[in-house]
């Protein structure tokens, strides 16, 4: 029976053995310890040495499976990382923010470099307006008297100067002035030389005194229609020497009498920009034309602006003027002359003249343009181009050169205009900064830090 128990047991032990083989040894190890069987017959597994090589261990430090001894955390530190000492946080501190770049370099990426410096901010009103000529560099060549155009010496563009003869007329009223002139000249001197010679008799008392007194009158008279006529001609825009002198010159030449002509000359220097009237066409009376010519100095002109009431009182005459062209239309700066003191009716705007010089003529009257007025200046103690400025991190950052390459500096801005920055702290007056490409450190700085953080 007890035979039968013993092979009984054996077979079940080398069932469940076979499928669990830490079962199988314990079965084992109670058929050993019931002295039937003298030995394990099958040795341990490699899944069990390591399992007791680990629970050994474990055994060893005293602290079962479930325990953490400390030489396992001083090797293997939370992350997977070491840090040595004087790292914080995987960051090293040094060289953040800066980049060095050779000039060279900074040459190559076409970035700019300026002085920071004080300056002036400049504010200003965008207003349109209208180029127009001159008022005080635009002449008319006026006809004074009645007559026809005889000639014209002038087209359309040419220049002229001032006093220059630019046509000619024909005229019987000029050739009558001239006349009375000449003959109360004439008269003038007869009436002299009588008068002389009347006071030399009546001094020797050898004339009556009588005689003496008539010629007195008579040169007297004479004298005064001299005068007249002087004055007549002077009405007609005519020189009375000139006149004289023509007289002497048509004695020689009978067949050239100048009695008729009268000269009309350019009462400033310019240029002819229109013409009114062709040879031949009479003119001096009623319904005919006053005048032949209208000559312009182009070399200054006037910018009409209409400015609104509400920006009327910003606006000051002497004001800066900044006319601003298209992308290849000419730019120009002059100044306002004229703030009128009345507002239209009709647009309830002010009229304001601006000067602006013209001297090659590349603005022409009627042309419409841009202009932006000045109303402001502040000046200020560090002034930098918006160029220079960047923004990193909703911070407002500027690049200062260094002797290895630039810096950044955090800025903070106070008061702007058009084109720049009041920098109130983080610059100096001499610190160099770049000004153009700026945004390339920014991208070369973003590329560093992030190379870092890695």
């Given at each position: 029976?007890?035979?039968?128990?013993s092979?009984?047991f054996l077979?079940i032990?080398?069932?469940?053995?076979?499928?669990?083989?830490?079962?199988?040894e314990?079965?084992q190890d109670?058929?050993?310890a019931?002295g039937?069987t003298?030995?394990?017959?099958?040795p341990?597994?490699?899944?069990?040495v390591?399992k007791?090589?680990?629970?050994?261990?474990d055994d060893?430090?005293?602290?079962g499976e479930?325990?953490?001894g400390?030489?396992?955390?001083?090797?293997?530190p939370a992350?997977?990382?070491?840090?040595?000492?004087?790292?914080a946080?995987g960051h090293?501190?040094e060289?953040?923010?800066?980049i060095?770049?050779?000039?060279?370099q900074?040459?190559?990426q076409?970035?700019?470099?300026?002085?920071v410096e004080?300056?002036?901010l400049?504010?200003h009103?965008?207003v349109?307006g209208?180029?127009a000529?001159?008022?005080d560099?635009?002449?008319r060549?006026p006809?004074?008297?009645v007559?026809?155009?005889?000639?014209?010496?002038?087209?359309?563009?040419?220049?002229?100067?001032k006093?220059?003869?630019?046509?000619?007329?024909?005229?019987?009223?000029?050739?009558?002035?001239?006349?009375d002139f000449?003959?109360?000249?004439v008269?003038a001197d007869?009436?002299?030389?009588?008068?002389d010679?009347?006071q030399a008799?009546?001094d020797?008392r050898?004339s009556?005194e009588?005689?003496f007194l008539?010629?007195?009158?008579?040169?007297s008279?004479a004298?005064l229609?001299?005068?007249?006529a002087?004055?007549?001609l002077?009405a007609?825009?005519l020189?009375a020497?000139e006149?004289?002198?023509s007289?002497k010159?048509?004695?020689?030449?009978?067949?050239?009498?100048?009695?008729?002509r009268y000269?009309?000359?350019s009462?400033?220097a310019?240029r002819?920009?229109e013409?009114?009237?062709d040879v031949?066409?009479?003119v001096?009376?009623?319904?005919?034309?006053?005048d032949?010519?209208t000559?312009?100095?182009?070399?200054?002109?006037?910018?009409?602006?209409?400015?609104?009431?509400?920006?009327?009182?910003?606006v000051?005459e002497g004001a800066?003027?900044?006319?601003v062209?298209?992308?290849?239309?000419p730019?120009?700066?002059?100044k306002?002359?004229f703030v009128?003191?009345i507002?239209n009716a009709e647009?309830?705007?002010a009229?304001v003249i601006?000067?602006l010089?013209n001297n090659?003529?590349?603005?022409?009257?009627g042309?419409?343009v841009?202009t932006?007025?000045?109303?402001?200046r502040?000046?200020?103690?560090?002034?930098l181009?918006?160029?220079?400025i960047?923004?990193i991190?909703?911070?407002?950052v500027?690049?200062?050169r260094t002797?290895?390459?630039?810096?950044?500096?955090?800025?903070?801005?106070?008061?702007?205009?058009d084109?720049?920055f009041?920098?109130?702290?983080?610059?100096k007056p001499?610190?160099?900064?770049?000004?153009?490409?700026?945004?390339?450190?920014?991208?070369?700085?973003?590329k560093?830090?992030?190379?870092?953080?890695?």
């Amino acid at each position: 029976m007890r035979a039968f128990l013993s092979v009984a047991f054996l077979a079940i032990g080398i069932a469940v053995g076979g499928a669990f083989p830490r079962v199988s040894e314990v079965v084992q190890d109670a058929l050993a310890a019931a002295g039937l069987t003298n030995a394990r017959a099958t040795p341990p597994t490699n899944a069990a040495v390591t399992k007791r090589a680990t629970v050994a261990a474990d055994d060893g430090h005293g602290h079962g499976e479930h325990g953490h001894g400390h030489a396992d955390a001083e090797t293997k530190p939370a992350g997977g990382h070491k840090h040595s000492e004087g790292e914080a946080d995987g960051h090293d501190e040094e060289g953040e923010g800066k980049i060095k770049m050779t000039a060279e370099q900074a040459e190559e990426q076409d970035i700019k470099l300026a002085t920071v410096e004080g300056g002036i901010l400049s504010r200003h009103l965008l207003v349109p307006g209208t180029i127009a000529q001159d008022a005080d560099r635009i002449a008319r060549v006026p006809v004074r008297v009645v007559g026809t155009v005889a000639e014209m010496r002038k087209r359309l563009g040419e220049e002229v100067a001032k006093g220059e003869v630019v046509a000619v007329l024909d005229s019987r009223e000029v050739a009558e002035a001239k006349s009375d002139f000449l003959t109360a000249t004439v008269k003038a001197d007869l009436e002299k030389t009588n008068f002389d010679r009347q006071q030399a008799l009546w001094d020797k008392r050898i004339s009556a005194e009588s005689a003496f007194l008539n010629a007195k009158a008579a040169y007297s008279e004479a004298t005064l229609r001299v005068d007249l006529a002087r004055q007549k001609l002077s009405a007609l825009g005519l020189n009375a020497a000139e006149v004289a002198t023509s007289a002497k010159k048509d004695e020689t030449t009978p067949n050239l009498s100048s009695l008729r002509r009268y000269e009309l000359k350019s009462p400033l220097a310019g240029r002819v920009v229109e013409r009114k009237v062709d040879v031949g066409t009479a003119v001096g009376k009623e319904g005919d034309p006053a005048d032949v010519y209208t000559v312009a100095d182009l070399s200054s002109v006037w910018i009409e602006l209409a400015i609104p009431t509400t920006e009327l009182s910003k606006v000051r005459e002497g004001a800066k003027v900044t006319i601003v062209g298209g992308d290849d239309g000419p730019r120009g700066e002059g100044k306002v002359v004229f703030v009128s003191p009345i507002l239209n009716a009709e647009t309830r705007s002010a009229r304001v003249i601006v000067a602006l010089p013209n001297n090659d003529m590349a603005w022409r009257p009627g042309t419409f343009v841009t202009t932006e007025v000045e109303i402001a200046r502040d000046p200020v103690k560090v002034r930098l181009p918006k160029s220079a400025i960047q923004t990193i991190g909703g911070e407002k950052v500027v690049f200062v050169r260094t002797q290895e390459g630039f810096e950044r500096r955090d800025v903070t801005i106070g008061k702007a205009d058009d084109d720049a920055f009041e920098i109130l702290t983080g610059l100096k007056p001499g610190d160099e900064v770049a000004v153009a490409n700026s945004f390339v450190l920014k991208a070369e700085l973003g590329k560093a830090e992030a190379d870092h953080d890695h």
